[in-house]
Structures are given as structure tokens and as C-alpha cells.
């Protein structure tokens, strides 16, 4: 008998431990996200201390990025284009094959019209640079010599001491790295030229099997999950399209802007200045202001006058691409608050450089999607964000509490 009791109090006792443990941990929704939180970060430690285990998978992927870069642009540019061939009748392999001649057709084009004009402006600007530096020198001496300045004028010897000590320091460290950035353009020009050459194929095998490409990554993930990983992939694929599309197209407008304003004022170097504008562009909110440095500095070389032409015309081109170019081409595709993108720039540029800056954001808006798509999912499952529909403010039920209200005022 006291056995019998003593195996009840046990097996109470033991029920008793578990509906403890499952009531404040199996079944609290907020200690699961708080253990599942402390496992994620449990695993990133335990990868950053084997990371040198997977350097020859970055190796790998440093190596195919740049092909895969510019062949995913040009997928997204490219992809309307095949569509509405495919469309009209055409065959797909055949559409394909005419909009890449079509493109090499344009690039040749380019190059063969605009290098030269660009390397003539280069030219032109490397001459007339000594020109350019003893112009500055002459209005940074009349400068100092500004009676109005002269409370200035000690700080004024500083910083220019301090610049033409740092121009110092340059030229003779440049020889020391030179053997440096030889091999680094070495490097370089090896890695753009196997990009150059694997991007038509990877280009092509893109456009013809990006459907296939959905399909068999679909298929391997588990059948309760297809519907959300489908929706996921089409929402990335439909964020990269509209961003890539509307900043390339974007871009080509507002360098085709400066390089007209440029000719229009008088600006030397404008096709050359315009087409930079336009590449620098790409970078949100922060790529025509850089464009701008070099054109404010060469303004300032000639003169107030083309100073403020150059202003002037920085006013319009800002003005029309805020105001119309970028809401009718871009609009609100990507849904990103103008901070969010300018911490997105200054943060993916300091850690990735140059890469992260054209990068970053296209990146983010992927990120976002599947983090969106998991936050739907986890409030459908939590039940934490379930709201009472019990009582909905109605009309009715406003009237009602307000004659309720007036019943007790009269009441009292």
C-alpha cells in the first residue's frame, strides 16, 4: 500500500514537472522565439570560428560574381524583350539569339562612336590639367590676398600648406605602390575579361531556362512549403526586375540630361561628365551629387559665371528627375523609406566597398521579402496579432454607446 502511494506521489510529482516545463517553455510562444533566436546565433558563432573552412567557397563565389552580375542585369533588361517576341509567334531560342545580336549590335555601336569622343575629352583634360592647377593656384592667391579675408588668412596658409604636403606625400608614395597596382590591374583586367566571356552564355541559358530554373527549385523543397518558397522567388524576382529596369533606365536618361545642359552652357568635357553623371547615378540619392564634385571644381577653374551655370543646371536635372523621371519610371516599387536606403549605402559601403554600394540595395529589398513572408507566417501562427472582430466600430455601435452615455449623464 505505501508502495502504491509513494509511485502516485512520484508519477504526480512527475506530471507535475512536466505541465511546469511545457506551460512556461513548450507552450510559451515567446520563450520558443527566445530559444530558436539563441540557436541562430548559437550557429552563427560556431560558423564565424570555421569560416576558414569556407574561404575556397568565397574564393568560388568572388570568381563568378562579376559574370553573374552583369548577366542577371542584363537578364532583367533583356527578359521583356524575349517575352514579347515569344509573344508574336517568334521561337524562344531564336528570340533570344536576335535580341543578343541586337545588343552586341548596340555595344559595338557605342563603343565604336562614344570611346573615342570620351578619349579625346580624356586627353584634352590631361593636357590643359597643368593649366588647370595653376589657375587654382592664381585664385587661391588672390584669395589670400583679400583684404576681406584676413582674419582668415592663417587658417587659410594652413590648409593649403596641408594639401600641397598631402600632394607631396602622393607622388613619392606612388612609386613605392605602383608595382602593387600594376598587379592588382593585372588581376583585375584577367577577372573582367573571363566575365566578358562567360556572360553571353550565362546570359543566354538565363533567358531560355529561368522558368525551368523556378520550377526545379520548387520541386526540391517540402511539399507543405512550395506555395510560400514559390511566392517568396516571385516577389525577389519581381523586386530585382523593377529596380534593375528603372535604375538602369533611369540612369540613361539623366546622363543623357547632363550631357545636353553641359554642351547647352558651354561646359568642356560634357558628353564625358554626362556619361559619368549617368553611372553614378545608379547609386541612390548620393550618385548625382558625386557626378557633381568634379564639374563644380572644373566650374570654379572658369569662372563664378560657369559656376553658376553649373549650379543652375544641377537645380533643373535634380528637379526633373525627382519630379517626373523617377516617379513614372520607378515609383514605389521597392517600398524603402529614403533613410532606410541611405543607411543601407553608408553601411554596404563601408563593409563591401564599391560592391556594396550598388549591391546593397537590391539585396536588402530580397532580405525583406523573405523576412516579411516569415513575420506573415509567424502571425498566423502565434496567434498574438489575432485582433477582436467581436466588437467592430460601427456606425450603429458608435450611436448606441453615445445614447448609452447621455442614459447615465441623465441618470446621475
Known sequence: MKNDDWQDKGTSNKGFGLSWFSRLFLNNQAAVVLMVTLLFFLNVLVFTQISTLFEPIWQFF????????????????????????????????????????????????????????????????????????????????????????????????????????????????????????????????????VAIIMAPFILFYLLRDSDKMKAGMVSVVPTKMRTSIGRILSEINNQLSGYVQGQITVAVIVGIMFAIMFTIIGLPYAVTFGIMAGILNMIPYLGSFLAMVPVVILG?????????????????????????????????????????????????????????????????????????????????????????????????????????????????
Not at 562579376?66 to 517575352?83: C, E, G, N, R, T
Not at 607631396?168 to 598587379?183: K, L, R
Not at 570654379?300 to 526633373?320: A, D
Request: proline fraction near 4%; avoid cysteine.
Open 300 to 412: 570654379l577653374v572658369y569662372g563664378p559665371v560657369m559656376l553658376v551655370k553649373v549650379i543652375v543646371v544641377f537645380i533643373v536635372e535634380q528637379t526633373i528627375e525627382g519630379r517626373f523621371v523617377t516617379p513614372l519610371i520607378i515609383g514605389s516599387k521597392l517600398s524603402i523609406h529614403p533613410i532606410t536606403i541611405l543607411f543601407i549605402l553608408l553601411t554596404s559601403g563601408s563593409m563591401f566597398g564599391v560592391w556594396g554600394v550598388f549591391l546593397g540595395i537590391p539585396v536588402y529589398a530580397s532580405i525583406k521579402v523573405v523576412v516579411v513572408e516569415i513575420f506573415n507566417w509567424y502571425k498566423a501562427y502565434s496567434g498574438l496579432y489575432e485582433e477582436d472582430h467581436s466588437r467592430a466600430v460601427q456606425p450603429e455601435n458608435i450611436l448606441d454607446e453615445y445614447e448609452t452615455g447621455l442614459d447615465e449623464i441623465e441618470g446621475e
Open 62 to 193: 568572388a570568381i563568378i560574381m562579376l559574370p553573374l552580375i552583369i548577366s542577371a542585369i542584363f537578364y532583367y533588361l533583356l527578359k521583356p524583350v524575349v517575352s514579347l517576341l515569344v509573344k508574336q509567334g517568334m521561337n524562344k531560342t531564336w528570340a533570344i539569339l536576335l535580341v543578343l545580336l541586337g545588343m552586341l549590335g548596340l555595344i559595338i555601336w557605342g563603343i565604336s562612336s562614344l570611346v573615342p569622343m570620351i578619349e579625346d575629352q580624356l586627353t584634352a583634360f590631361f593636357i590643359n590639367l597643368p593649366t588647370y592647377i595653376e589657375q587654382v593656384e592664381k585664385s587661391a592667391v588672390n584669395l589670400l590676398k583679400d583684404e576681406r579675408l584676413a582674419s582668415f588668412r592663417p587658417q587659410l596658409v594652413n590648409m593649403l600648406e596641408n594639401y600641397s604636403q598631402k600632394a607631396i606625400e602622393f607622388v613619392q608614395s606612388f612609386s613605392s605602390v605602383a608595382v602593387n597596382w600594376a598587379s592588382n590591374f593585372a588581376s583585375a583586367f584577367a577577372r573582367i575579361t
